[in-house]
């Protein structure tokens, strides 16, 4: 008699909710990773860095930019032991952070000032290192008003077909080394007129374009100077933006309230 061999005994079938339980698992892990190490969403919650950021504003932030810390990982999870794979930023990098004190909320500025760097403001001029940062006067900054765009009673204006609009004084600032980019003056605040800042090694100095209203390195009793390790990333690419008078229940408001002219803006 030929001898058969002997089935290997079969596996038992998982059940669906086990299925459905393993494929929402690795979901999480792909996500955390993903999320962690290489690209995050963040959503602009306030105008500090207007004309750059806009309220409603949808961006990507690369997180392999400046090193991994704790703040790399959702909900600042322990599991990284201080900053690996470190990596300064450079002058001019808008960064999203984690804003001292407490480190529990996320925060976009400019990186201004490096370890050693000497920075003061005089009349609303930045000086770095003793000397002034070239500051020109260009075309007011426009912004239609929509509930993602409030304006001052003191900059509304209309434009010519009618609509309420904001326009702000802007200017140019380049830091050393060429770096360009926009800021608003809109007159005198106690943040155009400091002491001199000298920043700690292993930290940056942190500011807003929206200068007359930005809480940053300027105010020791906001968050002063910016722990590198409180780093998470370098902001990259707009994906979205609305100026608010969307709901999102009501998906036929979407296309009227996005800004589909931000969508794409690199930064």
Request: a positive charge; one cysteine or more; charged letters at 20%.
């Amino acid at each position: 008699m030929a001898l058969r061999p002997a089935r290997a005994p079969r596996r038992p079938r998982r059940s669906e909710w086990q299925e459905t339980l393993i494929f929402l698992v690795k979901l999480v892990a792909i996500v955390f990773v993903v999320r962690s190490f290489l690209v995050s969403p963040f959503v602009i919650p306030s105008g500090s860095m207007l004309p750059r950021t806009l309220i409603g504003d949808y961006l990507f932030v690369t997180k392999w930019n400046y090193g991994y810390s704790r703040h790399s990982l959702p909900f600042s999870l322990p599991l990284i032991p201080g900053r690996i794979f470190a990596s300064t930023p450079a002058r001019g990098d808008v960064v999203v952070f984690k804003a001292p004190p407490t480190s529990d909320e996320d925060w976009i500025k400019r990186v201004i000032g490096l370890p050693g760097d000497t920075i003061q403001m005089r009349g609303g001029t930045l000086f770095l290192n003793g000397r002034a940062v070239p500051k020109q006067r260009v075309a007011d900054f426009v912004l239609p008003v929509s509930p993602n765009s409030p304006c001052d009673p003191y900059f509304r204006d209309r434009a010519a077909d009618g609509t309420p609009i904001c326009r702000y004084p802007q200017f140019e600032e380049t830091l050393p080394g060429g770096v360009r980019y926009r800021i608003l003056d809109q007159g005198f605040s106690v943040g155009d007129d400091t002491g001199i800042y000298r920043v700690p090694a292993g930290h940056v100095f942190m500011m807003g374009d929206n200068r007359d209203d930005s809480k940053d390195s300027r105010f020791p009793d906001s968050i002063g100077y910016v722990p590198m390790t409180n780093l998470e990333g370098k902001a990259v690419v707009n994906f979205w933006s609305t100026d608010g008078n969307a709901a999102w229940l009501k998906p036929w408001t979407w296309p009227g309230a996005t800004r589909w002219g931000r969508i794409g803006e690199l930064y």
